[in-house]
């Protein structure tokens, strides 16, 4: 398993920015899917956004144009770069990580959250 470190949450007010990063550390042999989810107030976790190991990337729609992923292969980090916030952005927001282990299995871990509270 991965060990997931989340940082870079806090309150910002609406049309602010902030950046989010995890770093991945543990018995890793390969990180393949890096991605970040969020939890709002009564919601179902969503799908953010997501990398693959060459950089190929997902979004949801309600954050297409503002946010931005992005990993460091070396340093086994994501990122998670958002612009233009709006109050419904105000989440728990959550790393996720997959790949293989060391001794060849396979993985997949989540961090400890991180809150984003967008307010004036």
């Known amino acids: 398993q991965a060990q997931l470190v989340e940082s870079g949450g806090g309150l910002v007010q609406p049309g602010g920015s902030l950046r989010l990063s995890c770093a991945a550390s543990g018995s890793i042999g390969s990180v393949n899917l890096m991605g970040w989810y969020r939890q709002g107030p009564g919601k179902e976790r969503e799908l953010v956004a997501s990398i693959t190991s060459v950089g190929s990337t997902n979004y949801a729609d309600s954050v297409k144009g503002r946010f931005t992923i992005s990993r460091d292969n070396a340093k086994n980090t994501v990122y998670l770069q958002m612009n233009s916030l709006k109050p419904e952005d105000t989440a728990v927001y959550y790393c996720?990580?997959?790949?293989?282990?060391?001794?060849?299995?396979?993985?997949?871990?989540w961090g400890q959250g991180t809150q984003v509270t967008v307010s004036s």
């Open positions: 996720n990580v997959s790949g293989v282990t060391v001794l060849g299995g396979v993985y997949r871990s």
